[in-house]
């Protein structure tokens, strides 16, 4: 059974960091291209960062310079290094695959504000 389990969301104020960790299990993580999720109120969701399998990474224009994205192949977790956070990226984010093929776990909410 595939679960993803997201954590690490919290309240910071504008130009502060935070670092979100995803746990998966029941895939075969190290040969998957994954990614990062986040939707905001009343938006719909959409691809914040990916990573493939051999550590390619894209990320979406909005964060690009301010988010990085890793993985832990031994752990099977992925992780979204966020910095500089502004009041906009406040979301719920949720880890998938590059293509969400799997069902979403609960996320974990990240609020920006001061």
């Known amino acids: 059974q595939v679960q993803l389990v997201e954590s690490g969301g919290g309240l910071v104020q504008p130009g502060g960091s935070l670092t979100l960790s995803c746990a998966t299990a029941?895939?075969?993580?190290?040969?998957?291209?994954m990614g990062w999720y986040r939707q905001a109120p009343g938006k719909q969701r959409e691809l914040v960062a990916s990573?493939?399998?051999?550590?390619?990474?894209n990320y979406a224009d909005s964060v690009r310079g301010r988010f990085t994205i890793s993985r832990d192949n031994a752990k099977n977790t992925l992780f979204l290094q966020m910095n500089s956070l502004r009041p906009d990226d406040t979301a719920v984010y949720y880890c998938?695959?590059?293509?969400?093929?799997?069902?979403w776990g609960q996320g974990t909410q990240v609020t920006v504000s001061s």
């Open positions: 998938n695959g590059a293509r969400p093929i799997y069902s």
């Open positions: 029941g895939i075969t993580f190290s040969l998957r291209a």
């Open positions: 990573i493939f399998a051999g550590g390619t990474t």
